[in-house]
């Protein structure tokens, strides 16, 4: 018997959305599948992960077209994680913009940390492939690569976890960010994806 009743979680969510995005927030009934693997994810409901095939040690990869709601869900399961696993979310086209004006030294912020701060955090990628290769210098580097290729080895090390958002297909990762970065992602991260035909909902 399950301790969690995910239809009142799901009531909670909406309104917490309500509150955080306007009264014409709604998580529509064909995204509920997709909600409930993130729910018990974040919960950390082990039956359910199990049965959906979750790592719990693993990060989540949540992919879809655009405007399906994924930067919005992560930014929900915010509220539903304890303490020791709460996260930031960092737009890609943020941190490529601080590269360009801080260089070499955002990827290790992003990474190992800053200087001062004694534990690398976990983190929510949010849109993983908006960005561009960007020069600084006149030297160009694929940002999110470098980061997420760190990443992985804290991950290895310390158990971090990295989570992501991103509408790019498998296929299209690798065009972007090498087959070395792609490799890495299976091991990092559970992929949750919605279907391709998920309708934007911004429209």
């Not at 915010?78 to 004006?101: N, V």
Request: glycine letters at 6%; one cysteine or more; hydrophobic letters at 35%.
């Amino acid at each position: 018997m399950n301790k969690y009743s995910y239809h009142d979680i799901i009531l909670w969510l909406e309104k917490k959305g309500v509150e955080l995005y306007g009264k014409h927030f709604k998580i529509v009934e064909t995204d509920y599948p997709i909600v409930y693997k993130l729910i018990a994810y974040f919960l950390k409901d082990e039956p359910s992960c199990l049965q959906y095939g979750l790592n719990l040690n693993k990060g989540i990869l949540l992919s879809g077209p655009i405007g399906c709601g994924k930067t919005s869900l992560m930014n929900l399961m915010k509220h539903l994680t304890s303490t020791e696993h709460k996260f930031t979310i960092k737009p890609c086209r943020d941190i490529s913009f601080e590269f360009i004006q801080d260089g070499y030294q955002i990827i290790h912020k992003y990474s190992i940390g800053k200087l001062y701060e004694s534990q690398p955090k976990t983190i929510c990628f949010d849109d993983l492939g908006v960005e561009n290769n960007l020069k600084y210098y006149g030297n160009e580097c694929n940002v999110m690569a470098e980061i997420l290729l760190s990443r992985y080895d804290i991950f290895t090390a310390k158990k971090i976890q990295t989570h992501i958002t991103t509408n790019l297909s498998a296929s299209e990762i690798e065009n972007s960010y090498g087959n070395r970065v792609r490799s890495r992602l299976r091991e990092l991260c559970n992929l949750i994806a919605f279907e391709n035909i998920t309708k934007d909902k911004r429209k």
